[in-house]
């Protein structure tokens, strides 16, 4: 059987402003100009008020651990080379969540509840770049 | 209270387990005749059919889509209408649902629903994958190497944090599972299972270890709803469709904002609201699990452990044969096997069985109302059934 590669994010019309920050070392959420929503993952149009008028706006990059999990054996294809790697869903303090990986200093031993930081990670052989997480005082 | 309008008169199953041999049409065809004829009909009594979606192959499921069940069965020129309903795992809830709904606009007299799938003799890494874009996001989760067993251990963490549940108390689930499996000769695994064991088997995603992962299984299943008028002139022991309800909290797990109690106590409520029958008077749980966590949140969502903490009501083995509250008799996918969809499909069929008062050497004695429940894909939708003995 022939390795696969690790899938990358395929960015929508909507979504690719996203990627472009994230290739910029920012992230970014969508807000919705008629209503305020804050909102992630990018949506074409404003989940709460149907509006089309959306706009990216920084995010602090800084929030908690909802869930997390270390993913040890039976990875998705392209993923073994990454054994143990940290997933997680992080709430945001913009209140909304996303899901990533915690890497760095302690991600082995990181918890919910545990304030984290985001960092990017471009994926080896592509331009694609990951918004990940770093726990909050990991020496990054 | 609502008037009850259809009732359950048929069922049929296959062996679940790892069987490259069986066709999926072979299998569907064995659990649809076996569900006729449990009834005591003919092919031509049956108005509607509706099959599920299969996820092993493409080609069968355009099978299921395009009436080859119907041509297969004898209902040429009767039938009156073929269409797929699928919903992942919560097609077991959600498909009795639009059966009892067909039947009581009139629109269908007796509907057979139907899953057969393979995914079980799928290759491992195939099977892996699969899952790990069902109701995985491509864009916004799969790049981050998530799958379905991190679904069931994300869950898990955040559960037992809300809950101060612990990892002996998620094996015990999978003891007790095993302990009806064992009396369930449909069932995939059957040999005796401890704590330790469970505890000492590799860890996969944590916390969850090797045998608190379901293991994929091909199967089928089958059954027969007719209106509840109908029902006891067909059926000596028919199931009336007492209650349903549900509700859809998300589709990418990262989006779910109560990761440790999803829709079940909004559905439990709607459920138990429409049947007239509550708690209290449950003497069945055939809950949908997949992983240990699930049917601890749903236990706890439908209040179904008199106040007890769910992971301590299910390690003291007040769900194992000989507890208080049968759950989940088939063994659920955790031990009779998960056939995709239809890891859900046996866990209703199940509780038919029991209903029916077939279920044999694990049957229940006494048993007058069970509840069902299903959730599909990283546990989108939060499904409550309750079946009874007795139509109102
Ligand atoms: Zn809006």
Redesign the pocket.
């Known amino acids: 059987m022939t390795a696969q590669t690790r899938p990358l994010p395929q960015p929508s019309a909507w979504s690719a402003p996203f990627w472009q920050a994230a290739r910029d070392r920012r992230l970014v959420i969508q807000r919705?100009t008629?209503?305020?929503?804050k909102i992630m993952y990018p949506r074409r149009f404003?989940?709460?008020?149907?509006?089309e008028a959306l706009e990216f706006v920084p995010a602090k990059g800084t929030g908690e651990i909802y869930t997390l999990t270390t993913q040890m054996a039976g990875p998705p294809s392209g993923f073994e080379a990454m054994l143990p790697y940290v997933l997680a869903v992080i709430r945001l303090d913009e209140g909304v969540q996303m899901m990533s990986n915690i890497v760095g200093d302690g991600a082995l031993g990181a918890r919910i509840g545990d304030r984290v930081t985001v960092d990017f990670a471009t994926v080896e052989g592509s331009d694609t770049v990951l918004p990940v997480f770093r726990l909050a005082g990991d020496g990054q | 209270m609502k008037k009850t309008t259809a009732a359950v008169v048929g069922i049929g199953e296959v062996p679940t387990g790892k069987y490259p041999d069986r066709s999926e049409l072979d299998a569907a065809l064995t659990a649809c005749r076996a569900a006729i004829l449990d009834a005591g009909l003919g092919p031509r009594d049956i108005d509607v059919i509706l099959p599920t979606g299969a996820l092993a192959s493409r080609h069968f499921n355009v099978d299921l889509v395009f009436s080859r069940l119907c041509e297969e069965l004898g209902m040429n020129r009767s039938l009156k209408m073929n269409c797929q309903v699928m919903a992942g795992g919560a097609t077991s809830s959600s498909i009795l649902a639009v059966a009892e709904g067909l039947i009581a606009a009139g629109m269908a007299r007796r509907v057979l629903c139907v899953h057969s799938d393979a995914v079980g003799s799928l290759p491992k890494q195939a099977g892996i994958d699969l899952f790990a874009t069902t109701g995985v996001s491509e864009e916004w989760e799969a790049p981050y190497g998530h799958n379905m067993n991190a679904v069931g251990a994300l869950a898990t963490q955040r559960y037992m944090h809300e809950t101060g549940t612990t990892e002996e108390e998620l094996a015990a689930v999978c003891v007790a599972l095993r302990k009806w499996a064992m009396l369930n000769p449909h069932a995939m695994f059957r040999t005796p299972l401890t704590v330790e064991e469970v505890m000492a088997s590799k860890m996969v995603a944590t916390p969850l270890r090797a045998k608190e992962c379901n293991m994929l299984a091909d199967g089928a299943a089958a059954f027969v709803v007719a209106a509840a008028g109908d029902a006891r002139a067909i059926s000596e022991s028919p199931v009336f469709l007492r209650g349903h309800g549900s509700l859809v909290t998300h589709y990418t797990l990262s989006q779910e904002r109560d990761l440790a109690r999803l829709g079940f106590p909004e559905a439990a409520r709607a459920a138990y609201a429409e049947a007239g029958i509550g708690p209290d008077a449950i003497q069945l749980a055939q809950i949908y699990d997949a992983y240990p966590v699930w049917p601890l949140m749903s236990l706890d969502g439908l209040g179904l452990c008199r106040g007890t903490p769910a992971g301590a009501f299910v390690a003291a083995g007040e769900t194992a044969p000989g507890g208080s509250l049968p759950m989940t008799t088939n063994g659920g996918m955790l031990s009779q096997g998960h056939t995709g969809v239809g890891g859900g499909i046996a866990v209703l069929v199940e509780a038919f069985r029991q209903l029916m008062g077939k279920a044999g050497a694990r049957q229940v004695a006494g048993l007058v109302n069970a509840v069902e429940t299903a959730s599909g894909g990283t546990w989108m939708d939060s499904h409550v059934t309750i079946l009874s003995r007795e139509a109102a």
Not at chain 1, 34 to 37: A, V
Not at chain 1, 46 to 51: E, F, M, N, R
């Open positions: 919705c008629s209503c305020d929503e404003c989940p709460v008020c149907l509006g």
